[in-house]
């Protein structure tokens, strides 16, 4: 049994500031101890670059590296590690892809869809590619809800989503806004269905902090996840793609490491991943990533989505008995249906006048339209204030929110 409510010790954050409430995990995670540990370790022991040298520094930085790899590979359950690219973050996956794979692909006339639910980096890339080459740029609408607006039943509505002109699906599995699951594997199967030649990229950088992730099950041909959104560093993004597709992309950039043999008139590349990972990585921040995996599986994935749903639970219904009609939680009712992600507007304040009320007492929440503009617009609501649970929170910090926001009443009735 994993106790939540002393899980906080191991986050070195709590102890420098014992009155903070973090509640913006979908922004960035917090980092335990052995996460920092880590790349103390590397740059107090092995500080040395990586795949370049052969004295014993550079060999064991080389070997711990590589050991990220394998243990994020297996983590989401990839056939190999090889299929792991390390980018700089879930965006920079994303971009690769755009440009790597989709000016490949994506032709005149052909289709790319996405959502209206979708944060920027999974929308504007798209948006982009489809105005250069010519190709149709559609967008799933969401309904009143916050579910997408269909239903795998309705095969004539999915038929007008996805055709035989369509090239890519992107979606996202878990919305940073609403908080919506979307069910992404009965979506990737209902739609291969009607076109099985469709590319279906996954931005998973909300679910692989927070549910059990397996690209086989899930049916995807690229996922993209970021590290500082799992208990991670900084400057470290994951692309994972089948080893055929990643054969076949063209490189993103060019330069050290990615070459295999370079000729005045020609230049070849190694295979991927290494042909995704031009220049000097985040290397300690890499290496510091394996030791954010171990944790979450320790605790075990299943563990944090059951306490992630009970705290999310008991806020929503806190803050509707507290407040009533004065606010308005966006996103599904159906606690099942949600992540630990919960938006809302109160009364007539602005979000960023209740944000900055919240932060004089050390509640840490988003105000904004979190990178999900579109979203937003299609709610009619500029902004919302966004608070997110992690498996560091507890209803302590949900009672204080709770406090903060009569305060926030006090202050701008």
Not at 51 to 58: C, D, E, K, L, T
Not at 98 to 121: C, F, N, Q, W
Request: proline share 4%; with cysteine.
């Amino acid at each position: 049994m994993i106790d939540f409510l002393n899980i906080k010790k191991n986050f070195p954050i709590f102890q420098k500031q014992p009155d903070l409430v973090y509640l913006d995990s979908t922004a960035t995670s917090l980092k335990p101890k052995i996460v920092i540990n880590k790349i103390k370790e590397y740059y107090e022991e092995y500080s040395a670059n990586v795949f370049r040298g052969i004295y014993p520094m550079s060999e064991k930085a080389t070997i711990e590296f590589e050991e990220t790899r394998e243990i994020v590979s297996k983590f989401i359950n990839a056939n190999k590690s090889e299929e792991i690219v390390f980018t700089r973050n879930a965006t920079e996956s994303l971009n690769l892809l755009a440009y790597s794979l989709g000016r490949k692909i994506v032709e005149p006339g052909d289709e790319i869809v996405t959502t209206i639910m979708e944060h920027h980096s999974n929308f504007v890339p798209w948006q982009v590619l489809a105005g250069e080459v010519g190709a149709i740029f559609k967008v799933i609408d969401i309904d009143e809800e916050g579910y997408l607006e269909f239903r795998i039943q309705n095969s004539e509505l999915l038929k007008q989503i996805i055709t035989k002109k369509t090239k890519i699906l992107a979606l996202t599995y878990v919305s940073n806004m609403l908080g919506t699951i979307n069910p992404i594997k009965e979506i990737i199967s209902e739609f291969k269905r009607i076109n099985p030649k469709i590319i279906v990229i996954v931005d998973a950088a909300q679910a692989v902090p927070h549910l059990k992730i397996d690209v086989h099950d899930l049916g995807a041909d690229f996922i993209v996840f970021s590290s500082h959104k799992m208990l991670g560093p900084t400057a470290v993004g994951v692309l994972w793609g089948k080893e055929r597709l990643l054969k076949e992309m063209y490189p993103f950039m060019y330069g050290g490491d990615m070459i295999d043999e370079v000729y005045i008139d020609r230049t070849t590349y190694k295979n991927p991943p290494h042909k995704f990972e031009a220049g000097t990585p985040a290397i300690g921040e890499i290496i510091a990533l394996k030791e954010a995996v171990k944790f979450l599986d320790k605790i075990g994935m299943d563990n944090i989505q059951i306490h992630e749903k009970k705290i999310t639970d008991f806020a929503i219904n806190r803050l509707t008995n507290t407040f009533g009609q004065s606010i308005k939680i966006y996103g599904p009712k159906n606690i099942e249906d949600r992540g630990g992600i919960m938006s809302f507007t109160f009364d007539k304040f602005h979000p960023h006048d209740i944000a900055q009320i919240l932060a004089d007492d050390g509640i840490c929440v988003r105000a904004g339209h979190h990178c999900a503009m579109p979203l937003h617009t299609r709610l009619n609501v500029p902004a919302t204030v966004r608070a997110s649970f992690y498996l560091y929170n507890d209803e302590r910090d949900v009672n204080k929110l709770i406090e903060g926001l009569k305060k926030v009443k006090e202050i701008l009735k």
